[in-house]
């Protein structure tokens, strides 16, 4: 696959993500801890994130959504602020 191809998939993926969670750019950006700026450039196509951390991204939003409709709470770790 070519690099152009990629990058067109990873685009529409991304975009799919976000979408499907109701969120513009900048609350998506927030949510996931990138910043707004690197997200523009992924999704307009012209820098190829990682492919890793399309993963990641996929991965975390299904445990999300997967805790969210599982009525499944994390402990915060307050203790790493101090």
Do not use: C
């Not at 529409?12 to 969670?21: G, N, S, T, V």
């Not at 951390?53 to 915060?76: A, D, H, Q, S």
């Amino acid at each position: 696959m070519e690099k152009h191809e990629q990058i067109e998939m990873q685009m529409a993926e991304l975009k799919k993500i976000r979408e499907d969670m109701g969120l513009n750019r900048t609350e998506f950006s927030h949510y996931i801890g990138i910043p707004l700026r690197t997200l523009e450039e992924w999704e307009a196509g012209r820098r190829k994130m990682p492919d890793y951390v399309l993963r990641l991204i996929v991965y975390y939003t299904r445990m999300e959504k997967y805790r969210y409709e599982n009525g499944i709470e994390i402990e915060e770790d307050t203790d790493a602020e101090e």
